[in-house]
């Protein structure tokens, strides 16, 4: 299954086409015998000096590089502002800044200049890029995170070299502003000369395991961070991303990346707590609601998965991270279906998984079981899904994902009487996921791609 969204896309301009023109390098002493040359778009880098707009409401600027479309910004001109010139884009909340043009030639590269408004706290920014005129999206790189109150220098290799377009998103959703100044974008343009490779190199993967963001492949139910959406409610850790259903008082989903970049030797906090990041006036769940139910107080990031640094294995924690689990179940195939997790890991790959819930009513120790809690307000869910993503270590994970990428997804008995079983005996596809849960699963994949390994059973 997958989804496109459509954006509003207004008439675009003469200048769109993103034609190159030559720009020389930095010259780092090397040279390639490639034909290709590092060039960027007409009328950039992009300062929007030239542009005005006074309201946070969506609408329309025409700059000198072409027409943008900008969602709860403005053009901030404010002494407070982190700006390189007259003006810089000034984001809050949850932010768009896109462009309703495409680059003809591609785009290798993507530079800008970001800071934190200077009466503000950090925020969190991605870069996306769509190459079907902006029908359907993909981020580029990790989730960055400003906490500097001058402008820094972002880098994001892009390496599409069909027509794409950008947009720059602001994602934390808090009041504090972000400004963004001088985007450039380095195409692809052909030479019989020899020219200096750019400077830095284009990424085009690393053997070198890092942390990526936990939705690099997508937002399963499109969770926000709004109250209005209680049901389905985006809880942004760092070491993980869930929704969570206020009305269950447990997660739909988690999602977190797994490489051996997250691993160490951090012991385990066992400091079970309510997470204090949901909104006031809900219920706050406590271990004491777990007390002499039968059922465990399950795990769906897993502490072991984030040893690295304390915080992180203290995170894991939080009860909005748990599920109430048949103990057999947690202490058995599912435990020995995470160790197989982290054994992947070690074997050069890394790996995205979302981990979540489905129906009501579970076996524990104590026998069947719809709810818990001292209020019988806790969901016992029926089952328990996982969904892995296997990729080689490399970057743009997205991108790089392939008829042939393994993907394993399990949906396993929330039943005491599975837990001698193997793990393997309850593999099923993505699609059969999705039908049971009505989410939509690797979305940020080309379409085709995902129609191919959604449809697979992990043999």
């Known amino acids: 299954m997958f989804k496109k969204v459509f954006l509003f896309i207004s008439i675009t301009v003469s200048l769109s086409s993103c034609l190159s023109v030559y720009v020389p390098p930095t010259n780092t002493g090397k040279t390639t015998s490639t034909n290709t040359q590092t060039k960027i778009a007409p009328n950039f880098p992009e300062g929007f000096d030239g542009a005005s707009k006074s309201k946070y409401e969506g609408g329309n600027i025409?700059?000198?590089?072409?027409?943008?479309?900008?969602?709860?910004?403005?053009?901030?001109?404010?002494?407070?502002?982190?700006?390189?010139?007259?003006?810089?884009?000034?984001?809050?909340?949850?932010?768009?800044?896109?462009?309703?043009?495409?680059?003809?030639?591609?785009?290798?590269?993507?530079?800008?200049?970001?800071?934190?408004?200077?009466?503000?706290?950090?925020?969190?920014?991605?870069?996306?890029?769509?190459?079907?005129?902006?029908?359907?999206?993909?981020?580029?790189?990790?989730?960055?995170?400003?906490?500097?109150?001058?402008?820094?220098?972002?880098?994001?290799?892009?390496n599409l070299q069909q027509a794409a377009r950008i947009e720059i998103r602001k994602t934390d959703g808090s009041t504090s502003r972000l400004n963004i100044d001088d985007i450039s974008i380095i195409t692809y343009g052909t030479s019989s000369n020899s020219v200096p490779t750019p400077n830095p190199p284009i990424n085009r993967g690393s053997t070198v395991a890092s942390k990526d963001d936990h939705l690099t492949l997508g937002n399963?139910?499109?969770?926000?961070?709004?109250?209005?959406?209680?049901?389905?409610?985006?809880?942004?850790?760092?070491?993980?991303?869930?929704?969570?259903?206020?009305?269950?008082?447990?997660?739909?989903?988690?999602?977190?990346?797994?490489?051996?970049?997250?691993?160490?030797?951090?012991?385990?906090?066992?400091?079970?707590?309510?997470?204090?990041?949901?909104?006031?006036?809900?219920?706050?769940?406590?271990p004491r609601d777990y007390t002499n139910t039968g059922f465990d107080k399950g795990h769906l990031c897993p502490s072991d998965d984030r040893d690295g640094i304390l915080e992180e294995n203290q995170e894991t924690f939080f009860m909005t991270n748990m599920i109430p689990q048949a103990p057999d179940n947690n202490r058995g195939l599912w435990k020995i279906l995470e160790e197989y997790e982290r054994i992947i890991t070690q074997e050069g790959n890394e790996v995205y998984v979302f981990a979540g819930t489905l129906g009501q009513g579970g076996t524990g120790a104590n026998g069947f079981?719809?709810?818990?809690?001292?209020?019988?307000?806790?969901?016992?869910?029926?089952?328990?899904?996982?969904?892995?993503?296997?990729?080689?270590i490399g970057q743009?994970?997205?991108?790089?994902?392939?008829?042939?990428?393994?993907?394993?997804?399990?949906?396993?008995?929330?039943?005491?009487?599975?837990?001698?079983?193997?793990?393997?005996?309850?593999?099923?596809?993505?699609?059969?996921?999705?039908?049971?849960?009505?989410?939509d699963f690797l979305s940020n994949v080309s379409p085709d791609i995902q129609r191919v390994i959604e449809a697979k059973v992990d043999k």
């Open 220 to 286: 399963p139910s499109n969770a926000v961070t709004n109250t209005f959406s209680s049901t389905n409610y985006l809880i942004k850790k760092e070491g993980f991303v869930l929704s969570y259903n206020k009305n269950k008082n447990i997660a739909n989903w988690v999602a977190w990346h797994l490489s051996t970049a997250w691993k160490g030797d951090i012991d385990r906090q066992n400091d079970f707590r309510p997470d204090p990041s949901l909104p006031q006036n809900w219920y706050e769940v406590t």
């Open 369 to 392: 079981a719809k709810t818990i809690g001292k209020n019988d307000n806790i969901t016992v869910p029926a089952s328990l899904w996982k969904i892995i993503v296997v990729l080689p």
């Open 62 to 158: 025409t700059v000198s590089s072409g027409q943008w479309y900008l969602e709860n910004a403005i053009m901030g001109s404010a002494e407070n502002d982190q700006k390189n010139g007259a003006k810089a884009i000034r984001m809050k909340e949850t932010a768009k800044v896109t462009m309703n043009f495409d680059c003809s030639n591609g785009i290798q590269q993507v530079r800008l200049k970001y800071g934190v408004y200077q009466l503000d706290k950090s925020s969190t920014f991605e870069l996306w890029v769509s190459s079907n005129s902006g029908s359907s999206w993909r981020q580029v790189n990790a989730t960055i995170t400003a906490t500097e109150k001058t402008l820094k220098d972002a880098i994001f290799y892009v």
């Open 396 to 439: 743009n994970d997205a991108a790089r994902i392939n008829e042939n990428t393994r993907v394993i997804a399990v949906n396993i008995p929330n039943d005491n009487s599975v837990g001698a079983d193997s793990w393997r005996k309850y593999r099923v596809s993505v699609d059969e996921i999705e039908r049971l849960t009505g989410y």
